[in-house]
T-cell receptor
Framework: DAKTTQPTSMDCAEGRAANLPCNHSTISGNEYVYWYRQIHSQGPQYIIHGLKNNETNEMASLIITEDRKSSTLILPHATLRDTAVYYCIVRVAYQAGTALIFGKGTTLSVSS | NAGVTQTPKFQVLKTGQSMTLQCAQDMNHNSMYWYRQDPGMGLRLIYYSASEGTTDKGEVPNGYNVSRLNKREFSLRLESAAPSQTSVYFC??????????FGAGSRLTVL
């Protein structure tokens, strides 16, 4: 799996957009970008994933650069409940006999 | 729809004691996983099971054993607990994708 680099921490004001970057310069053509988040000590929660096109769902948007070497997770209107650790993971869609490996992620702090 | 259920939620053990963490999912997922998370750290994969009847080691398997009892259940056993195994343990399941559903976690303290 390609290695990802994320900032250790970020701050965001409530109601503003939170833009979380992720670098994955060694990504392969068949590897997807996945985002998960972990609120306090709860189990991680899946947010979104994409291959090369931008993706949007009810939780967030994922913007992947044209060369696919970096991506940005966007929370359009951050709330206090979005304070969490956000994990960016690059991986093939499915590979039998393997599993997701999580890094340390970005701690996002949303304040009022 | 309960999703992924882990028991117990909290456990305190003495060094050398054994215990089993239970995990059950009701989503008919093929794959199940056990991760551990130490304070200030990301998740580390202990064992996983791609399908019923198969199990594979992850990043940190030493000191643990697993059993995929059936499609629904995947248990994690500590035969002789050590203080280094004090952690929060998460079970997860997925279909043939990397979209995992996690349980709420089991907090284990080994004295």
């Amino acid at each position: 799996d390609a290695k990802t680099t994320q900032p250790t921490s970020m701050d965001c004001a409530e109601g503003r957009a939170a833009n979380l970057p992720c670098n994955h310069s060694t990504i392969s053509g068949n590897e997807y970008v996945y985002w998960y988040r972990q609120i306090h000590s709860q189990g991680p929660q899946y947010i979104i994933h994409g291959l090369k096109n931008n993706e949007t769902n009810e939780m967030a948007s994922l913007i992947i650069t044209e060369d696919r070497k970096s991506s940005t997770l966007i929370l359009p209107h951050a709330t206090l409940r979005d304070t969490a650790v956000y994990y960016c993971i690059v991986r093939v869609a499915y590979q039998a006999g393997t599993a997701l490996i999580f890094g340390k992620g970005t701690t996002l702090s949303v304040s009022s | 729809n309960a999703g992924v259920t882990q028991t117990p939620k909290f456990q305190v053990l003495k060094t050398g004691q054994s215990m089993t963490l239970q995990c059950a999912q009701d989503m008919n997922h093929n794959s199940m996983y056990w991760y551990r998370q130490d304070p200030g750290m990301g998740l580390r994969l202990i064992y996983y099971s791609a399908s019923e009847g198969t199990t594979d080691k992850g990043e940190v398997p030493n000191g643990y054993n697993v059993s995929r009892l059936n499609k629904r259940e995947f248990s994690l056993r500590l035969e002789s607990a050590a203080p280094s195994q004090t952690s929060v343990y998460f079970c997860a399941s997925s279909e043939e994708s990397n979209v995992l559903t996690f349980g709420a976690g089991s907090r284990l303290t080994v004295l």
